[in-house]
């Protein structure tokens, strides 16, 4: 009775079959978990970058996309070890960073133990010197905000690792949540489900934000809860699969044919020729391969190429955003306490507004308007940010049009982009999307902090003139986004007729 008043409850926001339900709350609540986590944890990651200097941000950028080049193959090669199956290689991943946050928590509070009150992260009385302080100055160019030779090898290690990991971590395991999802869903499904599933993952934003503004106060112990969301991911994760227990025939064609193709390839598996004298070479082959397999997926497909175009433009028109946010908090709050509270707090306002709209509106528009609309939406408003910030360059001016940009983003562009997946095959699925999620993405930011970093250091970093540079990236960003939509209409018609 209560497990139909659930089924009931949730059938209010979204259509569902019976065969979904499962695999759509366990992915619900999995992403719940993944952004609770990250949100936990990112303004502790925001305020160690901001000790560190302003100045030093688009290095940090740039030292993400370093370790992505070494962790994103690693992550393709997890899912391609022939005795871990897609589901338990997705459970590793989350357990290893839940542990690996327990590991920072032990680093930071051992690299914050030598320095004084009013140098801690977790200090209230953080000031920001006069002089040196994280100001703009008259050329408008990034000041730092302490510098690093005020502080420890140790303590400035541990801030650039967090800033590194966290953003590792949010990438590599989103990434890999929704390749599974894509996996046992497709496009017609995707289009109903999506929303719903990117609510868990706005409501787990908005409930990490909330926590670490009330909880702001326990500084590196954010760390810890963070971890046990974590284990909770990978616990839930277990639960995204097909389920072809009650009425196989309610099932779309395509999904059909996936299953029993997967079944096949178990008992391939499970089975393998006897006496091969191969296998040893072909084993040896399999667990390098897949490292670099997700690149060559991408190069040999236009497709793909054009979905790696689309991502790394995003990258770089939300970098941009990033870079002014970061920028004008760290100018206008001296404290360290408040610096975290207000990125939490912003955090929180814009999770509202997502979380509404992903439960009513989603699904409707990528059911009505289709995929192309959907992910030429958050250009077109890209588009619209940059010429209003070019006229009004005013810092609050940015808070709303980073709100707006997040809120279409959630809403509408993001399921729409993943949505693109659904129609490449299984390998292009865990290999080539977590090469172009994490790579392509840490590509843009890298792109936009370097151009950013150009502009505001030849420009007298004026925001007004640094926004007319984004206008042809957005214009690129939109042509893109139409061709690439209805390629994908094309690609998931074709699947239809072909089943």
């Not at 002089?131 to 420890?152: M, P, R």
């Not at 040999?300 to 175009?309: A, D, G, M, Q, R």
């Not at 939300?318 to 990125?343: E, I, N, P």
């Amino acid at each position: 009775m209560g497990r139909s008043l659930f089924d009931a409850l949730v059938s209010v926001f979204v259509t569902v079959h019976p065969h979904e339900t499962s695999a759509l709350l366990h992915s619900f609540f999995c992403f719940f978990f993944i952004l609770s986590a990250y949100f936990v944890v990112l303004p502790l990651r925001d305020e160690g970058a901001i000790s560190l200097g302003l100045s030093n941000l688009p290095g940090l950028f740039v030292g993400s996309l370093v370790l992505t080049l070494f962790a994103a193959p690693l992550s393709s090669l997890i899912f391609s070890l022939p005795n871990l199956s897609k589901n338990k290689a997705l459970v590793l991943i989350h357990r290893f960073f839940s542990v690996s946050l327990v590991v920072f928590f032990i680093l930071w509070h051992s690299s914050s133990a030598g320095y004084s009150t009013s140098n801690q992260i977790g200090s209230s009385t953080l000031t920001v010197p006069s002089k040196e302080g994280g100001k703009i100055d008259e050329q408008g160019s990034l000041a730092s905000s302490f510098g690093w030779n005020n502080h420890g090898w140790f303590y400035i290690s541990v801030r650039i690792g967090l800033f590194l990991w966290v953003a590792l971590l949010n990438l590599i395991t989103i990434s890999s949540t929704w390749a599974r999802v894509i996996d046992v869903m497709d496009s017609e499904s995707g289009s109903r489900l999506f929303g719903f599933i990117g609510a868990g993952a706005t409501l787990g934003q908005l409930f990490g934000s909330l926590f670490a503004t009330g909880m702001a106060f326990v500084g590196p112990f954010l760390l810890l809860f963070a971890a046990l969301l974590l284990e909770f991911a990978a616990q839930t994760s277990r639960g995204i699969n097909r389920d072809t227990s009650n009425v196989e025939e309610e099932l779309s064609p395509i999904r059909q044919s996936d299953s029993n193709n997967e079944n096949e390839a178990d008992e391939k598996t499970e089975h393998p020729p006897r006496g091969s004298p191969k296998s040893s070479t072909s084993s040896l082959k399999l667990q390098i391969w897949p490292m670099l397999e997700g690149l060559w997926l991408i190069l040999s497909s236009t497709y793909l190429l054009h979905v790696s175009l689309f991502i790394w433009l995003n990258a770089v028109v939300s970098s941009f955003f990033y870079f002014q946010k970061v920028s004008v908090v760290a100018t206008t709050v001296t404290s360290s306490l408040g610096r975290r509270k207000l990125f939490a707090q912003i955090n929180s306002f814009i999770a509202v507004f997502i979380l509404v709209g992903q439960l009513s509106l989603t699904g409707r528009i990528l059911t009505v308007a289709g995929v192309t609309t959907a992910i030429s939406s958050a250009p077109l408003v890209g588009l619209l940010n940059f010429v209003v910030l070019a006229v009004w360059p005013d810092w609050v001016v940015v808070a709303i049009c980073e709100t707006l940009r997040k809120v279409v983003t959630y809403v509408v562009s993001r399921p729409g982009r993943e949505l693109l997946f659904t129609v490449v095959s299984e390998d292009e699925k865990y290999k080539a999307k977590i090469c172009i999620d994490v790579l392509v993405q840490r590509f843009g930011d890298a792109a936009a902090a370097g151009m950013y970093k150009m502009l505001f250091g030849t420009l007298n970093g004026k925001p007004s003139t640094v926004s007319l540079y984004g206008l042809p990236v957005c214009l690129l960003w939109i042509v893109t986004a139409f061709s690439l939509g209805r390629r994908q209409a094309q690609l998931s018609k074709h699947q239809i007729s072909s089943s």
